[in-house]
């Protein structure tokens, strides 16, 4: 190949082809390349960490320049290609209507503190605590079947950020497949209140629910499950590698859905609770 070897402007006077004509053969050469699609891989994930980082404020533009600056070379519309495909917009983008919009709906709190539910995948709640291991934070993203207090799903990471919120909010949907009508419950944190979220839940339409500014307690089921798994887990364990810690928390969250009594539900864990509910319904 003697392209990367020779300038384009050589190689097409020697073979006589049109600059555009070079350029889209090799562009079409490289979507069936898959050191192209690492390449693309890899840089999605920078970009994505930018965009996070940046509290979802930059662009394609600002973020080719971040890139640069890194050493990296590439295009506005790679850059800009790339975020389209996961869904990532600068919140400058319409922020004055977005803003107007989410104070009218933000001030929804769908549950008023009425955490009875008569059936599962009606209403789920989710938070995120945080665990400094090593000097380093560990983000913790839960979800919660409000109807049977089961954990549905949960992710670890090293960055509160909304990728983190969505992703396991999209592994609760790939487990549960829940009907049209669900109840998504949190506090009005900068993640759960991004554009981006936002669009994701109204894309499976779900309605989104938030307890009130400065009222923990409107989210009382996942206060408490934070609090149980940081007396009966976090505080007990010296734990020794990030790989410990993360099966240690998915050895929790095992006892806590199928070991675990729990008092508001009779004394019944969480899977045994969901499982008496379809028994009775067949």
């Not at 970009?47 to 533009?61: T, V």
């Not at 670890?156 to 049209?180: G, M, N, V, W």
């Not at 499976?204 to 989210?219: A, D, M």
């Amino acid at each position: 190949m003697l392209y990367g070897q020779y300038s384009v402007h050589v190689l097409c006077e020697v073979l006589d082809v049109p600059r555009g004509t070079f350029y889209n053969h090799i562009f079409r050469n490289k979507r069936d390349n898959s050191s192209y699609q690492i390449r693309r891989t890899q840089l999605s994930e920078q970009i994505k960490e930018i965009y996070e980082e940046s509290n979802q404020i930059f662009g394609a533009r600002k973020i080719k320049a971040v890139l640069a600056n890194q050493g990296e070379a590439v295009s506005d519309k790679m850059v800009a290609e790339l975020m389209q495909e996961m869904n990532l917009y600068s919140i400058r983008t319409g922020a004055k209507k977005n803003y107007v919009r989410f104070n009218y709906e933000k001030k929804r709190d769908s549950l008023k503190m009425n955490f009875t539910v008569h059936a599962p995948n009606q209403v789920w709640v989710s938070d995120v605590t945080c665990f400094k291991l090593d000097d380093k934070f560990q983000y913790i993203c839960v979800i919660i079947d409000l109807y049977s207090r089961r954990v549905i799903a949960y992710k670890i990471s090293q960055k509160h950020s909304t990728q983190l919120i969505a992703s396991t909010f999209k592994l609760a949907y790939a487990e549960r497949k829940p009907e049209d009508g669900l109840i998504f419950h949190s506090d009005r944190g900068l993640q759960y209140t991004s554009h981006a979220f936002q669009k994701l839940l109204k894309t499976f339409h779900i309605k989104q629910s938030f307890s009130p500014s400065g009222r923990p307690h409107h989210n009382a089921v996942m206060e408490s499950f934070f609090s149980s798994m940081k007396k009966e887990e976090l505080y007990r364990t010296n734990y020794h590698s990030i790989g410990e810690f993360k099966q240690r928390i998915k050895r929790y969250i095992e006892f806590y859905n199928i070991e675990r009594p729990h008092a508001t539900l009779g004394y019944k864990t969480p899977n045994t609770y969901e499982r008496l509910f379809y028994e009775r319904k067949k």
